[in-house]
């Protein structure tokens, strides 16, 4: 059903139809598994490499400039470039692992490296906050760089991580929406091919819904979580 | 020889270009087992001296031996052993919001691979001392400033420290809860003759515990002795004003009855 021959309400009406919520399952389901899986390695990389910024920072506990200076500006490159850009900028690695430019796995490989970098920055800002009254209490005591990383700096911004993570995994939803254009499926796929290209709005509100549900659902656990932390701690 | 020693300690800071030196020559002997107050205006040093002992700031030169070692020598893997000898208590405490209070004190000996099975025994132990046994469970966040620092001076002293550096310790803390957490540093010194480097600008609090004193202004000791000589009979222009604002405050205390 189109709003070009229907009114706004018969559409939305249509859009709670079983027949399209039937057909999108199987694009929830690439959708989610997107999201899972370049979340998970966005987790990995993004807190691997901004624990990195921190420690190599100068005023960090083993300051590194001339590394530090690489992946800052490494990383600003990489933010630098456009969502979309990203995607085509991966197709030949993609194919490179793959063997294919297109398709889920592939897109994988786009979403993680364009949202790593952004990750980075917010655990990089989040560490940064702690204490450095902390810092030098851990040092008083003999704690060594490693002890002081996962004993002291992580468990104390664990909160902040948690909410960082929340807006990545948030903008790795919205970027799969993206990745649907070029062949990685999912809901953004279904939004473009029936909402987009054959007036089908139905389809394309019904699309709307799931992300904005994903994405509402998302925000609410990371708060959940973080505030939980917090209110453990006394901290709230 | 005494238990620290300090000689001709310089430290300068590089800031934007120019040189701040706030060590000039640091002179100071502690014997084992006093308490010694350091004492001087904000700016004075005092902390950046209490950071130069745990090599916490680097020196640029002088000499400092704590119990013999001489702690400008070690290698990074000695100075992680020898600061487990030197507890530090801070002004903001410092504490491990993420550890309950039973976590922060066990903290030292986790990170110094103690025997797992003693280290309940040890922290109680400590925990006892100063007073803390029903707020194991809890988190930093809920304790009051006292009990906060009950709490860093628990993980300060848990590792059985010979020297405990108390930078600013109280300087934070209501009146009376100084006078608690004073008495309570006092008592760990009797007991187990810990030596206590108490670094403040709080004249009631060296008044109150010290045995001897040094004045620093201006990143030198400009005064050093007894601390009954020096309120009485204090030679430096500083060591004058204290004694002076001192005394006013003790009559203002005496007429309205407040401080300690």
Redesign the interface.
Known sequence: MSLLDSSLWEVIVASFNPEIWKELIKPIGETLYMTAISSAIVLVFGVIIGIFLTTANPDGLIPLKVPYVTAGWLINVLRSLPQMVMIILMVPVARLFFGKSYGTNACIIAISASCIPMYARIVESSLLEI?K??I?????????NF?IIT??IL??T?PGLIRGFTVAVISVISMTALAGMFGAGGIGDIAVRFGYQRFQHDRLFACVYILVILVQVTQGIGNLISNKILK????L | MSYLEIKNLYKKYNTHGSELEVLKGIDLEVEQGEIYGIIGFSGAGKSTLA?CI?R?ETCDSGEISVGGTDILALSKKEL?????K???V?Q?F??????TVYKNIA??L???NYPKSQIKDRVLETAELVGLTDKLD?????LSGGQKQRVGIA??LV?KPELLISDEATSALDPQTTLQILDLLKEINKKSGITILMITHELDAIRYSCDRMAVLEGGKIIEKGSVAGIFNNPKSRTGALFAKVFSEFQNISLTEGAGI
Do not use: C, H, W
């Open positions: 204490g009254g902390k030098e209490a851990a040092k008083s005591i003999g704690s060594t002890q004993k002291v468990p104390e664990l453990t701690r006394n901290l | 950071r745990n916490l992680l052993k020898e600061r487990r030197i507890g530090m801070f903001n410092n504490l491990f919001d993420s550890r903290y030292p986790e990170i110094s809890a988190y930093p966040g809920g993980r300060a590792n």
